[in-house]
């Protein structure tokens, strides 16, 4: 199995594991507003969880989205460009990226390895090792840090490299 395999196979388990993440949230907040409805009680947790789960949707689809070129982002400008404009803009876009996804990853990675030295909890409905609520951090931006730089290499590596981008014929 190729390490590009293994790659892709990483980025779809994560967005995966974003869906499941996606039904859970769809469960536990019906699941509390039936219980509401009918004046049953509470499930402890349930707007904590959610919170985290959110967070963690967003994190963990990142990568898998900018894989496929299927992130959002403003065309007003480049539908406007052709040709070499339009492929300078994009490479510059993937360098700012790489650039930034890079910079937060090295500030992810040190809080994460404090908090998880410190033992650091989350008190609220329900207590919370902090790490645990951080580790697709540093996990989603060190991916977000390959996708970049396979963008550009993509892009710089052969004349048509762009298309090579899965989503690249809907989106640029």
């Known amino acids: 199995m190729s390490i590009g395999r293994i790659y892709e196979g990483v980025l779809v388990g994560l967005a995966i594991l974003a869906g499941l993440l996606l039904v859970f949230l769809v469960v536990i907040i019906g699941g509390e507003a039936i219980l509401r409805l009918f004046n049953i009680g509470l499930l402890r947790g349930t707007v904590q969880f959610s919170e985290y789960a959110l967070f963690s949707l967003a994190m963990l689809a990142a990568p898998w989205l900018l894989f496929n070129d299927g992130h959002l982002r403003v065309t007003v400008m480049l ?81 048509t490299g762009r298309a090579a981008l899965k989503g690249a014929q809907d989106n640029a």
Do not use: H
């Open 79 to 159: 539908d406007n460009l052709k040709g070499r404009a339009k492929a300078r803009v994009l490479l510059l876009t993937d360098v700012i990226g790489l650039v930034a996804s890079a910079i937060a990853l090295r500030y992810a990675v040190g809080v994460f390895v404090v908090s998880y030295q410190r033992g650091q909890l989350i008190f609220n409905d329900v207590v919370v090792s902090e790490w645990l609520l951080q580790w697709q951090v540093p996990l989603a931006l060190a991916l977000l840090v390959i996708e970049f730089l396979r963008r550009i290499w993509l892009v710089l590596g052969t004349p």
